[in-house]
T-cell receptor
Framework: DSGVTQTPKHLITATGQRVTLRCSPR?????VYWYQQSLDQGLQFLIQ???????AKGNILERFSAQQFPDLHSELNLSSLELGDSALYFC?????????????FGPGTRLLVL | GQNIDQPTEMTATEGAIVQINCTYQ??????LFWYQQHAGEAPTFLSY????GLEEKGRFSSFLSRSKGYSYLLLKELQMKDSASYLC??????????FGDGTTLTVKP
């Protein structure tokens, strides 16, 4: 158990819908990272937040948005869902914002868009 | 942009040593990560190299040469539980990480 929690574990929805994925980092970790892993595109970095502020941005679509709240939990919002958004979404956390930090991954949310 | 290359598959014998290579091209380099991922599970952080040289952590070591755009992950005294996918990722100066497609390692008795 990494100490990072993600909810829900599984999500099935329809195209065009909007969903929110939630992540609670390990106690004391200030950074939260979001990743998408699909069969055809591998693991992709989406976005990083550090202590409530966006720190780095990856291949995140405009239909997706994220935020980190004062209690440091984070939410990833996916809207206008398409079939290709079906993937595993991982959240990870670390103490620092960069440098030699260990990232701890949550168990992931498996999203299926029908 | 960034381009990461690593072998798709490797096979090794229990107790042996295996080296997984990763080459990269990046417009700005700010560190290289190695992760282990067992099928159906989340990735597990193994190492982070930002300076040239070898870093050892138990049975696992990671090497980096920035001038060559090259890294390797060395696994010693292989165990069956080391069968997994090994992901190389490079972080650029903007903090964005790009992952390779992963190397699937199969350890045989």
């Amino acid at each position: 158990d990494s100490g990072v929690t993600q909810t829900p574990k599984h999500l099935i929805t329809a195209t065009g819908q909007r969903v929110t994925l939630r992540c609670s980092p390990r106690s004391g970790d200030l950074s939260v990272y979001w990743y998408q892993q699909s069969l055809d595109q591998g693991l992709q970095f989406l976005i990083q937040y550090y202590n409530g502020e966006e720190r780095a941005k990856g291949n995140i679509l405009e239909r997706f948005s994220a935020q980190q709240f004062p209690d440091l939990h984070s939410e990833l919002n996916l809207s206008s869902l398409e079939l290709g958004d079906s993937a595993l979404y991982f959240c990870a956390s670390s103490v620092g914002s960069g440098g030699k930090e260990t990232q701890y991954f949550g168990p992931g949310t498996r999203l299926l868009v029908l | 942009g960034q381009n990461i290359d690593q072998p798709t598959e490797m096979t090794a014998t229990e107790g042996a040593i295996v080296q997984i290579n990763c080459t990269y091209q990046t417009s700005g380099f700010n560190g290289l990560f190695w992760y282990q991922q067992h099928a159906g599970e989340a990735p597990t952080f193994l190492s982070y190299n930002v300076l040239d040289g070898l870093e050892e952590k138990g049975r696992f070591s990671s090497f980096l040469s920035r001038s060559k755009g090259y890294s390797y992950l060395l696994l010693k005294e292989l165990q069956m539980k080391d069968s997994a996918s090994y992901l190389c990722a490079v972080k650029d100066n903007a903090g964005k990480s790009t992952f390779g497609d992963g190397t699937t390692l199969t350890v045989k008795p």
